[in-house]
Structures are given as C-alpha cells and as structure tokens.
C-alpha cells in the first residue's frame, strides 16, 4: 500500500497570487515551520529567477547546517533544456526539480498559439529530464499543466515519457479547479492501470473541490499500489480561488471517514499547525476565515444551546477532533501597556530590550551592533515589524540573514 506524501507549494505557487506576496526572510521562516510539521518537500521557489537566487541558496544552506532537518526543497521550471541548465547554473546544489509544460488541446491552441505539437510537447520534455539528471538532480517530477483538460490517451502517453525518460512521478495539474472528486478519481486510475507511475495532484478551488479532488486523486494512486504526493498551500492560499489548504488536507486524510488505510508519509506534528497558519496569515496579512477548518476562531465555537450543552457534556458530540491537536489552547498575551518594538529606525537601547525579553543575548555591543543594523534591514525587507521567530532568526544565523536580505538587480 502506498502512502500520501505532503508537497507544500505555498512558497511557489501560493505568492503567484494576485495583489499578495512574501519576503524572502518570510519565505524562509515558512520553510523552517513546514519542516517542523513534518511536510515532506517545500517548492520553495524559481531557481530562474534572479531575485530568488541568493534566497534559494542560503535556504539550501540551512537545510545542510540541519536547521531545515528533514523535509526537501525543491524547485520549479519550465520543461525547457534552457531552464534547466540556468537553474543549475544559479543553485548549484539543487537535488530536487519539478518541470512544468501544458497538455491540453486548449493550452498547445492558445497558449502555444500552434508553434508546437503533441510530439514536440513531449521531446521537450524528454530532454529537459534527460538534462537534469545528467547535472545533477536527485529526483524530477513532470508536470502535465492542464492535465484535468487534456486529453485522457495523451495524459498516458506523456507520462510513458515521463516513467522512460527517468521522471519520479507525474504531477497531474487541476490547473482550472475543473475536475471533480469522481472525475479525477476515474482519470487518475485510467493513468496509472496503464502507467505505473507515482502521482503528484495538483489542484485548484475554482468550483469550491479543491481538497475534496485532492483526497480522491491520491486514493486513485494508493488504490492501484503507488504512492500519492498532494499539493497544499498553507491557508489555501493561490491563484484565484486559491489551492488545497494543508491543514485541511491534513485532516482529512487523519479524520475523514473510509480514510484509515490511507496513510501519511512522514511524522506529522500536527501541534504544529496553529502557529504556522498564524504566521502565514500575518506575513500575507489574510484573515484566516472564521469558519476555517481547525484553525479559524470558530473551528471550536458552540452557541447554540443544543450544541452547547452537548460539547460541555462530552466534546466528541459535536468536535471531531481536539483543538489541543492543532496546537491550540495557549493563552495569548496582548501587549496594553508600554510595548518597545525593533524597526528600520530603532536603536540599540530599545534593540536591547527586545532581544532581552527573547532571552537572547550578546557577547558584547559589537555583535548586538550587527544583528541590529541586519533587523532594521530585515523590517525594510519585510516592510512590517518582525515576530519573535524572524528576530530569533537572524540572531541565531545572521550571515545567511544577510544573503536572504540581499538582491541585485540585473
């Protein structure tokens, strides 16, 4: 029996996001917390991209000093030879690579406006694989963007490609939020009754399914003896309607009924969860939804007499699970009184103060010196004052703080 492995992509698709986006140094924090939950791999961003070059290194950095212990970071590029020899060419430590290319009749018409074909999407491919295995890379993953929309006999024999040219998997893209838990479930199988080859699903929320199409896509790999990998976003966050939420994934695989022998990959710390969706809310400044599934403010409400005294009587009546399992039920303390914070401007008599209260201290001012001017770059960088992790943060690691904060215009 195969097992469902978590790829978060909130790093890479979650700030393709209209109107939103995320420093490199909130990248990064997202990164440590998703390792601590016990996600399998972050897409943590565009190894072709020259704003994310220094980012993407120094977090490889970290991953090997064992500050970012278990889970991988993987990028992500066009299935084009050219991409693939500058994402090497800038991270040259990259293990792990997913290479995205369209299917669908409705992409290669007008997206590709007919400068190529069904063969030519799959030679491309091909060699972009072929490319980044012999630079190096440990594991690729091939995307089918729009695969929900293409043509099911195609979908095969792309991924036949994929499975010869040495692909780990196959990433099947509900790049639209088209499929539905039963379609997707029916296609999938089709896939892989002919191809036996891991899946990666990818979807999206425009019809409201998205965790529902996520779920019922990684049980058709498990249920024909492969393992599943399923793309979340923390808070749901993405393009347009946004992608699968973690924590909601999370719980259905853990929760949801018929799912007992569908398990997942790794240890999950589930405690974990509150804390993270917090702070991703903070750093994207997005509410967390009142009502969101075991993480919004009335994931655990009862008003309602029936319902009331139904919970007080025993909880089970109407929770499915604990709050203390999402690592809720800690008092939060709210500054009223005098409260000295570390900006751009601070100095180093308030700078003190606050790495006082951390329980953080310095060997002398020449050191505190230093981690102060790189928090007041870190508060430019984030344009917003910093949590105590951030702080923490680049006290704790301040060169490779320095290369997070640094970019170079081209």
């Known amino acids: 029996m195969g097992k469902i492995h978590i790829i978060d992509v909130t790093n890479r698709d979650g700030v393709q996001t209209s109107r939103i986006c995320l420093s490199k140094l909130q990248k990064t924090m997202i990164n440590i917390l998703l390792d601590e939950l016990g996600v399998f791999q972050s897409e943590f961003g565009f190894p072709t991209t020259n704003h994310e070059i220094n980012y993407l290194n120094a977090n490889l950095e970290l991953a090997e000093l064992g500050l970012i ?27 792990y690579l997913n290479l995205s290319i369209s299917t669908s009749d409705q992409m290669i018409r007008h997206k590709f406006q007919g400068r190529i074909d069904y063969a030519d999407i799959i030679k491309t491919m091909q060699e972009a694989v072929d490319s980044a295995r012999k630079l190096g890379v440990s594991e690729v993953g091939v995307n089918a963007e729009d695969a929900s929309r293409s043509k099911l006999e195609y979908l095969v024999e792309f991924a036949q490609a994929a499975k010869e040219s040495g692909a780990a998997r196959l990433r099947y893209c509900d790049t639209l939020g088209f499929d539905t838990p039963f379609s997707i479930y029916e296609r999938i199988s089709a896939i892989v009754s002919k191809v036996k080859i891991p899946i990666e699903i990818h979807c999206h929320n425009d019809l409201g399914l998205v ?109 499915l699970y604990d709050f203390e399992e999402l690592g809720r039920g800690e008092p939060e303390i709210i500054e009223t009184g005098r409260n000295i914070t570390v900006g751009e401007y601070s100095g180093i008599k308030g700078f003190r103060n606050v790495y006082d209260r951390l329980a953080i201290k310095f060997k002398d001012d020449e050191e505190a010196r230093k981690v102060l001017e790189l928090v007041r770059y870190a508060n430019v960088h984030n344009q917003k004052p910093l949590v105590e992790e951030e702080l923490k943060f680049v006290a704790d690691h301040p060169d490779i703080a320095k290369k997070i904060f640094t970019m170079q215009p081209v």
């Open 211 to 319: 965790v529902g199409n996520s779920i019922a896509g990684a049980r058709a790999a498990i249920d024909a003896g492969l393992d599943a990998y399923i793309n979340t976003c923390i808070n749901g966050v993405g393009e347009r309607a946004g992608n699968a939420d973690l924590v909601s994934v999370i719980l259905a695989i853990m929760f949801g009924s018929g799912m007992q022998k569908y398990e997942l990959a790794g240890k999950i710390d589930l405690k974990r969860a509150w804390k993270m969706s917090k702070y991703v809310s903070y750093a994207f400044d997005i509410p967390i939804p009142i009502n969101h599934p075991g993480v919004g403010a009335n994931a655990f409400a009862h008003e309602s007499g029936i319902h009331a005294d139904g919970a007080l009587k025993d909880r089970k009546n109407y929770e």
């Open 69 to 95: 212990k278990n889970m991988r970071l993987s990028g992500w590029i066009r299935a084009i030879k050219p991409d693939v020899e500058l994402a090497f060419k800038n991270i040259p430590d990259l293990k």
